[in-house]
């Protein structure tokens, strides 16, 4: 069975995507963040909890505190990048349940009344968006380098507040010279599927 999807929009969205490491100078507009967002805020999360939070680091002084806090190999990259976002996980999504959760507002307090309980499904569930905000990026025609190499502390203090949690650093931009590592392999289906 073939999939619905056009085999180019498949390459753009995953075959031919890759995590870019230069970037060209060309800014990264409002607008095209707009799109990005309008499209992957449809992607599903569990209460439609919807907890990822974006970071829009613009200034340049914000990104030079930014690149202080990345991983040495990341410095150079993120000091680059036409546009930085910054993904976080709000852990007091469950205020917004009422409004997103309409058909059961009484989840906000039935499930997700103790904090502890609540930073592991935004955890979860931001992650699971910044996957498709990465996505979004490539259907923009842009490239994303999504990294984890920071001072996950110092971003949240220096950025956020006891209320997020950061889960990663964005690099977006049209790609640069050398833009690509070698891609690495990947598992085969019987290697990751199981039918029982």
Known sequence: MSLVLDPAAQDLLFREARTANTFTDEPVTEEQVQAIYDLVKYGPTAFNQSPLRITLVRSPEARERLVALMAEGNQPKTAAAPLVAI????????????????????????????????????????????????????????????????????????????????????????????????????????DVVTTV
């Not at 992650?127 to 110092?154: K, S």
């Not at 507040?161 to 690099?171: F, I, K």
């Open 87 to 190: 993904l976080s996980a709000d852990n007091e999504f469950h205020e917004e349940l009422p409004a997103l959760f309409p058909h059961f507002p009484q989840a906000k307090d039935a499930f997700f009344s103790e904090r502890a309980v609540r930073e592991s499904a935004a955890a979860m569930n931001a992650t699971l968006q910044a996957a498709y905000f990465i996505i979004g990026v490539r259907a923009a025609g842009l490239a994303a380098g999504p990294m984890t190499g920071l001072d996950f502390e110092g971003v949240r203090k220096e950025f956020l507040d006891d209320d997020h949690t950061p889960l990663m650093v964005v690099n977006i931009g049209k790609p640069g010279p050398d833009a690509w590592f070698p891609r690495s392999p990947r598992l085969s289906y019987e």
